[in-house]
DNA sequence: TCAACTTATGTAGTTAGCTACACAAATATA
DNA sequence: TATATTTGTGTAGCTAACTACATAAGTTGA
């Protein structure tokens, strides 16, 4: 019997224990880069990376990738240009869109930055051991995607009335 | 090749992908009371479980069964009084304390949040189906209990840096 | 017994997601 | 070609967690 009540309440509780667990390393990524005198925010590196291998790409193009919705993208965007680290210019066959693309400060410290992921996915690989975690993730977000938890939940209500 | 950029990154999107699993699962659960006709917040479920267990807690002793901060504690339970699911009253022997307990509302409709748990906990056990899922959050949470996020990446930098 | 420390609660302000709505620009269609 | 629809961006307002600070009540020890 531990003292830690989530565990206790076993499948019921996934969802508070990947928040839990995701928002503990978010944080600790955010005490990490201000440790390291940087002014990046643990968010920032899915945009910088996607901007490395894309080079110019619009705030729905990035909302599709990241898999966002495209307020959030706007507003970690909007953050990253008052810093410095984005480019954006205006699209000329589009009136509409912005484009966004890697700033030269950026480029400057990007090997700095490369480290300092590579370190982290080390980080992360040695949490995770010989383990299938990422596999199990693939699996769970397929399930999600083909059906809501909601919609799930909600059947089984319907079956266990019965 | 996915377009699912978090995938490409591998480990080193572990955070976020967490994230947004248990984003979308909380977002479904509160779509899912609300389908049902409750007035009620994903993450209610906590104190509901607790303090029918535990009778009568503080604040903060809520807090540390959660392994949550206390002012995320007060929040929920302010909304909790607020819509009738709980009974605060002032402690004799120590008066900075406020005691919690589930209010007659809540006897009253347990009975109903009750299969709505359990079908949610089988909904979840058919998403993880027969993986050690569980197993690993708790192999990863005392791992990161040891050694934070931030100082293994620390530690990574500098080997790598020899 | 009273000052200093500790503990419990509460408040303020931050970040990061989200949906719903607004609006302008592009495109499609009658 | 003018109107209607779609698409891209932006804003407002929501939830949920956090830390840092404030305050009040208990407790301790000189």
Redesign the interface.
């Known amino acids: 019997m531990t003292?830690?009540?989530?565990?206790q309440?076993?499948?019921?509780?996934?969802?508070?224990?990947?928040?839990?667990?995701?928002?503990?390393?978010?944080h600790?990524?955010r005490?990490?880069y201000k440790?390291l005198g940087l002014d990046i925010e643990?968010?920032w590196?899915?945009v910088f990376?996607?901007l490395k291998e894309e080079k110019e790409l619009s705030v729905t193009e990035i909302s599709?990738?990241?898999?966002?919705s495209h307020p959030s993208i706007i507003s970690i965007i909007n953050k990253m240009i008052k810093s410095g680290y984005l480019n954006s210019r205006k699209c000329q066959d589009d009136g509409r869109k912005q484009l966004l693309s890697l700033s030269d400060k950026t480029k400057n410290v990007y090997p700095q930055l490369e480290?300092?992921?590579?370190?982290?996915?080390?980080?992360?690989?040695?949490?995770?051991?010989e383990?299938d975690?990422?596999e199990?993730?693939?699996?769970?977000?397929a399930?999600?995607d083909q059906k809501?938890?909601?919609e799930?939940?909600?059947?089984?209500?319907e079956s266990?009335?019965q």
Do not use: C
């Not at 480290?115 to 051991?129: C, R």
């Open positions: 003292d830690d009540f989530l565990k309440l076993g499948h019921l509780a996934l969802a508070s224990r990947l928040k839990r667990i995701s928002d503990k390393m978010i600790s990524g005490e990490m440790h643990p968010n590196y899915l990376k996607l599709a990738a990241l898999q966002m480290k300092i992921w590579t370190a982290g996915t080390q980080g992360v690989a040695q949490m995770v051991g383990t975690l990422l199990l993730l693939d699996m769970i977000e399930r999600l809501s938890f909601m799930m939940t909600l059947e089984n209500i266990n009335g």
